[in-house]
C-alpha cells in the first residue's frame, strides 16, 4: 500500500478539476464529490498508517532536472512522522468537507462548488507537501498551500476585512518564506542536494561548519515563523479568520499552521547539531505561547480567542522542539489538530445558530444547544489539559521535555501558559454557554446532523488520542517515532513525578477562577478591567503590534516608495525627456537645413565661404 501512497494527494487534486470543469453544474452535489475521494483518501491513509506499523520507510524518487553534475528527483517518502500526519490531514479534511455541506448557507450557495474546490486543492496541496522526500519539492507545495489560503481567507471578497486579511495572510507568511527559500539554497549549495536524507547523513558526519548549520536551520524555522503565525509573524492568523469558520477549522487544525511545526519536525536533525539553532526554536516558541495566551483573555470574537489559542499552542509545539523534544511536538500536533478543530466546528455550530461572533451577546446556550454545548466542553477540558483528555498526556509531554532538556525558566513559562490557556477557554465557555442570554435567542436551535456528526468524531478522538502516548499506559507512540536512523532527541524522558500534579493544578486552577469570574461570577469582570485597566488595553488591543507594523512597516514602506516613484518620474524621467528633447531639437535644425532647396544650400555654401575668408583674414592666412 505505502508504494501507491502517491494516489492520497492526487484524489482531492481529482475533486479539484472536477469541480472546476463541472461545479455549475452539479451545484450543491459538488459536496458529495469532495466527501466521497476525501473519504477513500482518508481511507487509503489508515492503511498506509498500519502498514507503516510493521514495514520500513518506503522511499521512491525520478530525475526530474540534470544540470552539470547536479541532478535534482522528485518523488514520495513514508515514514512514521508523514503516515502520522497523512490521517491527521485526510481525516480532519473529510470532517470539515461534511461540515460545510450544513454550514454554507443558501447566501453561499452560489459560490458552493468554488468553495469545495479550494478546499480539495488546498488538502491536496498539504498531503503534497507531507509526502514530499527533498526541500525542494517541499518548497512547491508549501507556497501553493500558501496561495489556497489567500483563496479561502478571501473566499468572502466583497467584504472588505476578508481581502485585507487575505492580503496580508500571503504577504506575511511570503517574509518567512523568503528565509526557508535562502535556507534551502545554502544547503544546496553546501551539500549539493536537496534530499532529507543526504543533508542529514552531511550533517552528521560533519560535512558542515556549525556557523553554517546555525545559519541554514534558522532561516528554514523562518518559514516555519511565518507558516506557524509565530512572533512576530502571528499577526496574519487570528485576521485569518475572515474566511468561513470551516476554513479556520482546516487552517489551524491540520494544514496550514501545521506545515511549519511539520517543517521544523522533518528537519530535526539539522536543528539538533546546532544547540544556538534549538535555543531559538524554543525561546520564540516559549515566548509566544504565553504572549499568545495573554491577548486571548481578553478578546470578545470567539474566533479570534480560538485563533490566539492556535498561535498558542503553535508555541507549545515549537518550545517541545527546541527541547529536543521531537515525540512531545508530533504528540500535541497530533491532539492538537483533533481538538481545536473541534473547537473551530463547535464554534461554528454557535455563530451558525446565533448569527454573531461576539460572546458578550451570547450565553445561555447550554439548554438551547444540547449537543454543540458538551461537545464544546469536551473541546475545552481537551485544550486546557484536564486530566485524561488527550491535550493533558501531550502537554504533560511537552513540559517534562523542557524540563528535562534543563530550560526550567522556559518550563515556568510553559506552566503559566497552560494557566491561562485553562483560564481563556473556560472563559470562553461559561460566557457562550452558561448564565442568562445576552440577546434574542427564541430562534435558536442545534444544527443539523451533517454539522454534529464531525463534531462527535472529533470529539471522541480528543478523548481517547491521549492515550497512544503515556506513562501509564505505555509510550507506544514515542517508542515508534523514536525508531528512526536519525536523532530524534529526548525519545524516553523520565518523570520525576512532580510534574503530572503541577500540571493538574495550573489547570484546575485555571478552570477555577474562569468559574469564579465569569460562570458564579463572585469575582467582578468589570472591576478586574477597571483595576488593571493598562494590562487590559495591552491584551485587548493586542500589544498594539499591528498598529506598530503599520506605523513602521507599513508607512516606511509607502514613504520609500514614494521617494522611489518621485526620483523615477521627476529625475530619471526628467533626464530621459531631456536627452530625447535635445535629441528632437538637434534633429528639427537637421531637418529644417536639409529640406531640398537648391536656394538654401546655395545661401549656406556661400555664408560657410565668406566665413572662411574672414577667418583667413583675421588670422593672417593660416591657423595658429
Known sequence: ??????????????????????????????????MALMLVAFIMSVMVLFERFTSPDVKFVFEWLSIGERTITMGYEVNQLNALMLVVVTLVSFLVHMYSKGYMTATDMRRFPVFYSYLALFTFSMLGLVISPNLLQLYIFWELVGVCSFLLVGFYYFKTEARAAAKKAFIVTRIGDVGLFIGMILLFWQVGSFDFADIFTVVEANGLT??????TAILIFVGAIGKSGQFPLHTWLPDAMEGPTPVSALIHAATMVAAGVYLVATMFPLFAASSTAMTTVAVIGGFTAIFAASIGLTQKDIKRVLAYSTVSQLGYMMLALGSAGYVAATFHLMTHAFFKALLFLAAGSVIHAVHTQNIFEMGGLWKKMKITGPLFLIGC????????????????????????????????????????????????????????????????????????????????????????????FGTFLGDWLADSPWTRGHTYVHDPGWIMPVAVIVSLAGIYLAWLIYGKRSISQENLAKSYSGLYALSYNKYYIDEIYNRTFVNGTTVISYLCLFIDRYLVEGAMKAVIGLTQAVGKIGAKIQNGQTQTYGTVAFLGLVIIIVVLTVTGGYFR
Open 381 to 472: 477540558l481537551a485544550i486546557a489539559g484536564f486530566p485524561l483528555f488527550s491535550g493533558f498526556f501531550s502537554k504533560e509531554e511537552i513540559l517534562l521535555t523542557t524540563f528535562e532538556d534543563g530550560r526550567y525558566v522556559l518550563f515556568a513559562m510553559a506552566a503559566i501558559t497552560a494557566f491561562l490557556t485553562a483560564l481563556y477557554m473556560f472563559r470562553l465557555f461559561f460566557m457562550v454557554f452558561m448564565g442568562e442570554p445576552r440577546g434574542d435567542h427564541s430562534k435558536v436551535h442545534e444544527s443539523p446532523t451533517v454539522m454534529t456528526f464531525p463534531m462527535m468524531v472529533l470529539a471522541v478522538l480528543a478523548v481517547v488520542s491521549g492515550f497512544v502516548h503515556t506513562h501509564w
Open 1 to 34: 500500500m505505502m508504494e501507491i501512497v502517491w494516489l492520497i494527494p492526487l484524489l482531492p487534486l481529482l475533486s479539484f478539476f472536477i469541480l472546476v470543469l463541472f461545479g455549475r453544474q452539479l451545484k450543491e452535489s459538488s459536496a458529495y464529490v469532495g
Open 210 to 215: 556549525e556557523g553554517m548549520i546555525t545559519l
